[in-house]
């Protein structure tokens, strides 16, 4: 149960799922919200929502493009409907109180936003403030948000595989400026490998879910 007395479901049913993608496909955004929005009336978790519905969803959509089922149009209108959901549940997610922080971002010239932004709305959820800065951060900014924010974290986000140098590079300049800051490192690039240049770095950790994402910050609350 929630803090309202709401029951919390984590399943999405099949048939939910279906008919969120069919709708999702067709550009349907009202239809997609209905689903969301049915989601959300029967207590959905918003990590379920987030990772069985929006990510799934989004897999799918990606197949379907890499295989030309799909036109490059039906994909950034799903991407584009997928974050207008994402605003449909934040006030879940920002419901809480945050104590600690930690800046998100995508590095230089990796323009797939919404997984990390997923992970900016769980740790709010979590009680810390999120300081999402969204895609193809520049080096130089990403280490000014730092100064800025302070935080006790850095998130960096990795979905293509040959933006992989580009990660490094962010990694060792921030290593370098904040010796102590601890760094995790998320995205789906890592499906085809790169976990092993991370073993350099002992202030950064890989968390390839959610879950594990959670069980990080959870260390970190201690
Ligand atoms: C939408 C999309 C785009 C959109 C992104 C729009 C946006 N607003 O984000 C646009 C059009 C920009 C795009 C562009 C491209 N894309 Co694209 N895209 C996708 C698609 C369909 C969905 C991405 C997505 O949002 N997934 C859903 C999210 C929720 O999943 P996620 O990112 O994995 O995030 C989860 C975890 O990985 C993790 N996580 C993510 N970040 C972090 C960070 C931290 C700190 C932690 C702890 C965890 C974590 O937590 C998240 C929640 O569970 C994927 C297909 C797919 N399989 O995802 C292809 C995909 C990622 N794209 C791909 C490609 C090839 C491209 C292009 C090169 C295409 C081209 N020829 O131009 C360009 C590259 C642009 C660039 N330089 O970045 C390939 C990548 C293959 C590879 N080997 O690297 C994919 C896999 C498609 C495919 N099947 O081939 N794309």
Request: net charge negative.
């Amino acid at each position: 149960m929630n803090a309202r007395g709401i029951v919390i479901s984590n399943t999405i049913t099949e048939t939910a799922y279906e008919r969120y993608l069919a709708n999702l496909l067709a550009g349907d955004r009202t239809h997609c919200a209905q689903t969301v929005q049915d989601l959300v009336a029967a207590g959905t978790d918003l990590r379920a929502l987030y990772v069985d519905l929006f990510q799934r969803s989004l897999y799918q959509v990606g197949e379907m493009w890499e295989q030309q089922r799909i036109s490059v149009a039906c994909e950034h209108l799903a991407s584009a409907i997928t974050e207008h959901m994402m605003s449909l549940v934040q006030p879940q997610a920002f419901a809480g109180r945050r104590e600690r922080s930690i800046v998100i971002a995508c590095v230089a010239n990796e323009y797939h936003q919404l997984g990390a932004r997923m992970i900016a709305d769980v740790c709010e959820l979590r009680g810390w403030r999120g300081y999402f800065l969204g895609v193809a951060t520049p080096l130089p900014d990403l280490l000014r948000a730092i100064e800025e924010h302070q935080p006790q974290v850095l998130g960096l986000s990795l979905s293509i595989v040959l933006n992989l140098p580009i990660l490094l590079a962010a990694i060792d300049a921030v290593t370098q400026k904040y010796p102590n800051l601890p760094i995790l490192v998320g995205g789906q690039a890592f499906r085809w490998g790169g976990i092993e240049a991370l073993r350099a770095y002992p202030k950064v950790c890989y968390a390839a879910s959610i879950e594990e994402l959670e069980q990080r910050l959870a260390a970190y609350e201690c």
